[in-house]
């Protein structure tokens, strides 16, 4: 069964950057692209990003755009996600997830985020 | 982007039939995922596809779609499915995911 091990929990100035770090483990048949979703506190989910499987494609989502970049190692099989010039505004709870998808007899293709690491807490204060 | 819509709230007898709604224009063309989250824990999911429970969530949850609003019901709440419950679909025109802003579930 495959899971997802993040990086701890970081305390981080405004102004500064964060690396974070997901590794999966368990046996798995293929590589799947990954997702990072954040929670700030008392708030709900925001989707941040995917990676594909190799590395080289990505897509961020546009409030993002210019100040994340995810990156992978496949032989660690590890995904990372670097966020810059962080505010308190950062300050949440940032998840990777394994996306898995299946076309149906319809030729609609469905998407799921199964599993989810245990989150990493980002602090950004002064 | 697209944008989903969820009601903050909602709340159930113990044991009584709760639907819980997801309303954006992406779902007249994609499927909802639904994702329970209780307190301090990481998301799971509950329902993806067009009716398809993973193995381990009860069959007391089922899903259903019409128009632009996707749904998840709960037959016969328990206690243990009061959490926050998100739904979540692409947007296909600029191939970006979404959440909707989450529902908190109460069992009375």
């Known amino acids: 069964q495959v899971q997802l091990l993040q990086s701890g929990a970081e305390v981080k100035k405004p102004g500064a950057s964060v690396k974070l770090s997901c590794k999966e483990s368990g046996y798995s048949f293929t590589s799947n692209w990954m997702h990072w979703v954040r929670q700030a506190p008392g708030q709900g989910l925001e989707w941040m990003g995917i990676?594909?499987?190799?590395?080289?494609?990505?897509k961020y989502a546009g409030k993002f755009e210019g100040r994340v970049i995810m990156t992978r190692d496949t032989s660690t099989k590890t995904v990372y996600m670097e966020l810059s010039s962080l505010s308190s505004e950062d300050t949440a709870v940032y998840y990777c997830a394994r996306d898995n998808s299946h076309l149906d007899a319809a030729m609609i293709t469905y998407w799921w985020f199964d599993p989810w690491g245990q989150g990493t807490q980002v602090t950004v204060s002064s | 982007s697209s944008e989903l819509t969820q009601d903050p709230a909602v709340s159930v007898a113990l044991g009584q039939t709760v639907k819980i709604t997801c309303q954006g224009d992406?779902?007249?063309?994609?499927?909802a995922t639904w994702y329970q989250q209780k307190s301090g824990q990481a998301p799971v999911v509950v329902m993806y596809?067009?009716?398809n429970r993973p193995s381990g969530i009860p069959g007391r949850f089922s899903g259903s779609s019409s128009g632009n609003t996707a749904s998840l019901t709960i037959t016969g709440a328990q206690a243990e499915d009061e959490a926050d419950y998100y739904c979540?679909?692409?947007?296909?025109?600029?191939?970006?995911?979404?959440f909707g802003g989450g529902t908190k579930l109460f069992v009375l």
């Open positions: 992406s779902l007249r063309s994609d499927y």
């Open positions: 596809g067009k009716n």
């Open positions: 990676i594909n499987p190799t590395g080289d494609s990505r």
């Open positions: 979540n679909s692409r947007d296909s025109t600029s191939n970006q995911w979404v």
